[in-house]
């Protein structure tokens, strides 16, 4: 649903951009542009912190000095529930984020742990979607009649599939062996390659009719050969944006996933994994489920407002950034003159 | 100083006060919790009890089909049987008493021989006398194939019942083992001597059926009743009504009390619906208990900040024991000092707060947990403390010529919330200071009964649990121990494939013994010396917590099980 819903803007705002070739002077105007914008500025930070925080979590947990998997018996009252004792579920210099009730086990660690396997997963599932769909879009852009029939008979299918109840099935029968994150990020990517695979091929039919493209054809260059020179750059812009968007819909596939316990597998964790295991806590240690559910609103909000901010920079006539935000400036000034002059 | 000696007094005085006007019998709007000191067993009828249950009860009420601890909760309602479980609080609630028999059953020949009979003037709900023809004739349906479900001892211990079908179909439809001399005489014939037979006789098994209104398979949705209430209407897996049975009298029968007059029980809620429902206690919910739903650790933390709720949780035990199984066939566990030092190594304080705390679990050295109190005896061989004691463990493995630590596969039962992952966790964390990686194995529920209990397909070690069919030493520690109960083709539960003719010989000596004590003296011997062996290491024993609504009165656990006895409970 959200699918279909986010992937028709991303392809209306791709076509103009593809016309001009690459937009606004290679990936370093792009990003001064996405920087110009203040949405986009912030978008990119956090998501450049919480990137930071996966790559960095042994020295981070090491800098706390605690490791995400060591029970703290001591830190909890075994005669109510092993809840922990403190206040903010037991939140100390030693334990920035408090202990997990019934265990001890450090949050902040596991936390900064769990970005690992949430980002890793998501960014892994995304990649995925994106080879699978821009070798089935390309193929069926650029194939034959028939090959392109076939092919977005198959992409339709593969749209209409009810993509989260097939992982769920997917997660039951596969065995418990298999090592999770690299299961998840297959199945995400199996079952999400769709849209991309329609963007790329809508795009690729209209840049098949472009003069160079055409030009390229008529010197011999082969399939391959067009696709990789002529069609990819001009890809860029709608399949960048489109990533920026389905990045956060990975997120939340594998937190609903670890959630319902088909993800990760203990003692491993996960921002959904965390979670799960925190919900029926809410009324006793609020912490607890406060701690990975804020973590997760703002990374997907990091990550969706990254996509919005991307669709504008590489649109052309999204008018330049920069000299939008000097003008607003500019006209904001006189305002509280004016202010002052009413008073 | 002074204000909380006058809360303080101000509460005593309010209880007081709603305790008489419990007293008076009007009981009404009273939102004290349960107050059980006001309960009377002969003004306690009326009212409609309600129970909010988890399990679903989808295969309906057969009483041949039924797997029940002493006749369990709402079956114990419908059928009454030869024997029961004594309904007192307390450890009294272990004794087998004497039910729709006048005793608990006369032993002759080494107690392979059981006679039975009936108390006179005993009717079925439709108002047809009790015959022993119908005891006869519901322990010959559980033997049939169609009614399978029940527990497997019946068809171990009768004379022909290995080969026994049971009474449908042509062929061999009498089961010559259970002979009923007279129509209030009842008499099993025993293939090996078996002291515990009286405490097997208060299963459902053992519950009268009527052969007239025997529906086969359909009889499950609508059995004849026997005990004080029988079924107003049930649709599976929802909702199940109870009314009086009008042939039914406390006068031949003195272990229910059957207080409300209608019991409306409420089938497949979620667990945390049953526990918010019941501490919030609102309207028809303050006449509720619950028969399989015990408090988890979110909701004890709760209940244990609030006073008024706290008085309403009753705490007992089911005797089970959770262990780590070795598989002694395989290696490196073959090596009793290997087996040491995962003994050794055991953290019980980290597990205990795994399953929610001390109110939800209790730590246990002894495969014979100390709730199963007769054939209990203490013992601690291998004293890993409280909390572990990873160098012993270490120096044992590096004995056993493992100096670099060993890596063990751990088995466990995803779909078990307690033996569950969290327990499995806090193994692996404990057992990795001592050098023992263990590599988790999570398997689903269905899985792991079919790879654990098939000796072919068996993981070196596993996580799982024993629980008692009955309070004794017998059922208990005979399948894990007894060699001769190796099942090769599945539903093995010796996972040490143990076999030791004098252990074996030594089992069927006690079960020659017909007097309860010293039969469990005997057992907790056996115990305490195959433990010095390390066959498993013994981990924790679950305790149950319960709620029940505020108006609910006489809720006591049952020692026998751990659960609530509603034939006790009153709402009135």
């Keep these: ?79 109510t529930g092993g809840s922990p004792d403190g206040a903010f579920g037991g939140v100390s210099a030693q334990h920035w984020l408090g202990v997990e009730p019934t265990t001890g086990r450090d949050l902040f660690a596991r936390l900064v742990y769990g970005a690992r396997v949430s980002l890793g997963v998501a960014v892994g599932a995304t990649i995925g979607q994106l080879l699978l769909g821009l070798l089935v879009g390309l193929t069926a852009g650029l194939g034959s009649r028939w090959a392109d029939a076939l092919l977005s008979r198959v992409t339709d299918l593969a749209l209409a599939l009810p993509t989260f109840f097939f992982s769920i099935a997917l997660l039951a029968v596969v065995p418990q062996s298999f090592p999770r994150p690299l299961l998840l990020g297959l199945i995400l990517s199996g079952l999400g390659w769709a849209p991309i695979a329609r963007i790329v091929r809508a795009e690729t039919r209209v840049l098949r009719e472009r003069e160079y493209v055409q030009a390229a054809v008529l010197t011999g260059a082969g399939n391959w050969r067009i696709a990789r020179r002529e069609i990819l750059p001009g890809l860029v812009a709608p399949v960048a944006t489109y990533t920026a968007i389905v990045l956060p819909q990975n997120i939340v596939a594998e937190a609903g996933l670890s959630f319902l316990g088909l993800g990760v597998r203990p003692p491993t964790s996960s921002w959904g994994q965390m979670l ?61 003159s004016t202010k002052d002059q009413a008073r | 100083m002074l204000r909380p000696a006058r809360i303080a007094l101000f509460t005593a005085a309010s209880v007081a006060l709603t305790g008489s006007l419990a007293a008076c019998g009007s009981g009404a709007g009273s939102s004290a919790g349960g107050s059980s000191d006001a309960f009377s067993a002969a003004t306690c009828q009326g009212g409609t009890l309600r129970v909010l249950d988890s399990a679903k009860n989808s295969k309906g009420f057969d009483p041949a089909v039924l797997y029940t601890s002493g006749g369990g909760a709402i079956p114990r309602l419908l059928f009454r049987t030869l024997t029961t479980r004594q309904s007192v609080p307390g450890t009294d609630g272990t004794k087998v008493v004497p039910d729709l028999a006048t005793d608990t059953g006369k032993p002759s020949e080494n107690a392979t021989v059981w006679t039975y009979h009936l108390k006179p003037n005993l009717r079925f709900a439709d108002g047809t006398p009790i015959t022993s023809a119908d005891i006869k004739y519901g322990v010959e349906r559980s033997f049939s194939p169609q009614l399978a479900g029940g527990p497997p001892y019946l068809r171990d211990w009768l004379v022909g019942g290995a080969d026994y079908q049971g009474p449908y179909g042509s062929g061999n439809t009498d089961l010559a083992s259970v002979a009923t001399p007279d129509a209030s005489t009842v008499v099993f014939h025993l293939r090996k001597s078996e002291g515990d037979f009286p405490y097997l006789a208060a299963e459902t098994q053992f519950a009268p059926v009527p052969k007239a209104k025997d529906t086969g398979k359909e009889y499950n949705a609508d059995p004849v009743s026997s005990g004080p209430y029988t079924i107003a209407g049930f649709t599976k897996g929802r909702e199940l009504d109870l009314v009086r ?87 490196p566990f073959d090596n009793q000092l290997v087996r040491e030092a995962l003994s050794y190594a055991v953290d019980r304080t980290a597990l205990v707060n795994a399953e929610g705390g001390t109110q939800l679990a209790v730590p246990s050295t002894t495969f014979t947990p100390e709730s199963l109190t007769a054939a209990h005896q203490d013992y601690d061989y291998f004293p890993a403390g409280a909390t572990g004691n990873p160098e012993k463990a270490k120096q044992l493995l590096a004995q056993a010529g493992h100096p670099n630590g060993i890596t063990v596969p751990l088995a466990y039962d995803t779909d078990d919330t307690s033996t569950g992952a969290p327990a499995a966790t806090a193994l692996a964390q404990a057992f990795a200071k001592a050098g023992i990686t263990l590599q988790l194995q999570p398997l689903g529920d269905a899985d792991f009964s079919g790879t654990v209990n098939t000796p072919a397909t068996q993981p070196a070690l596993s996580l799982t649990s024993w629980g008692a069919d009955w309070p004794s030493g017998g059922p208990f520690l005979t399948p894990i121990f007894d060699g001769r109960q190796i099942v090769t083709g599945g539903g093995n539960f010796n996972l040490a494939q143990y076999n030791d003719p004098a252990v074996n010989a030594q089992i069927d000596k006690i079960n020659q013994i017909t007097d309860y004590a010293t039969a469990q003296k005997q057992w907790a011997a056996l115990d305490a010396q195959l433990g010095k062996l390390a066959l498993t290491v013994p981990l924790y024993e679950e305790a149950t917590s319960v709620l029940y609504g505020s108006h609910v009165k006489n809720a006591y656990l049952d020692q026998w099980r751990g659960w609530y006895d509603i034939a006790s409970v009153s709402v009135k």
């Excluded at chain 1, 370093?28 to 500025?41: K, P």
């Excluded at chain 1, 450049?48 to 090491?62: D, F, I, N, S, Y």
């Excluded at chain 1, 999204?318 to 935000?325: D, E, I, K, T, Y």
């Design chain 1, 1 to 79: 649903m959200t699918l279909t819903e986010t992937h028709a803007p991303a392809e209306s705002a791709a076509s103009p951009a593809g016309r001009e070739r690459p937009a606004g002077g290679g990936p370093a105007g792009v990003l001064a542009r996405l920087w110009a914008l203040r949405g986009g500025r912030t978008a990119l930070v956090t998501v450049a912190v919480l990137v930071l925080v996966a790559l960095t979590a042994p020295w981070l947990a090491g800098l706390e000095g605690q490791d995400p998997n060591t029970f703290h018996d001591t830190l909890l009252n075994s005669a």
């Design chain 1, 276 to 336: 799960s295991t925190a919900t029926t806590w809410f009324q006793v240690d609020p912490a607890y489920v406060l701690v990975p559910a804020l973590t997760l609103l703002v990374c997907v909000l990091a990550f969706a407002g990254l996509g919005e901010a991307l669709r504008v920079a590489f649109d052309p006539k999204a008018s330049v950034p920069v000299r939008q935000r000097r003008a607003r400036r500019e006209a904001a000034r006189p305002v509280p």
């Design chain 2, 245 to 331: 049975n009008p042939h039914w009298s406390r006068s031949s029968d003195q272990q229910r009390l059957a207080c409300p007059d209608r019991i409306e029980v409420s089938l497949g809620l979620s667990p945390a619906v049953i526990n918010q429902r019941l501490s919030s206690s609102v309207g028809q919910d303050a006449n509720a208990i619950t028969t399989d739903t015990s408090l988890d650790a979110p909701t004890l933390a709760k209940v244990s900040a609030d006073p008024a709720l706290k008085k309403r949780v009753v705490t007992g035990k089911f005797p089970q024991i959770y262990y780590l199984a070795f598989d002694l066939k395989k290696a």
